[in-house]
């Protein structure tokens, strides 16, 4: 039971998962601050889409 205790501690299966993850959240980071910054712009691009097309 004590060995099966230690592997669970020593184990490091999970640690590409969880770097993994990490990048992910840093990506969903910088996506989110990328719209909050370009939302101006991208308003004003579709109006003009949407004003070509009428």
Do not use: P
Not at 20 to 44: C, K, P, R, S
């Amino acid at each position: 039971m004590l060995a099966k205790m230690k592997n669970l501690v020593v184990e490091e299966d999970g640690q590409g998962l969880s770097e993994y993850g990490l990048i992910l959240a840093g990506v969903v980071v910088v996506a989110a601050a990328a719209v909050v910054t370009l939302t101006g712009a991208l308003d004003t691009l579709w109006g003009r889409i949407a004003s070509v097309l009428k």
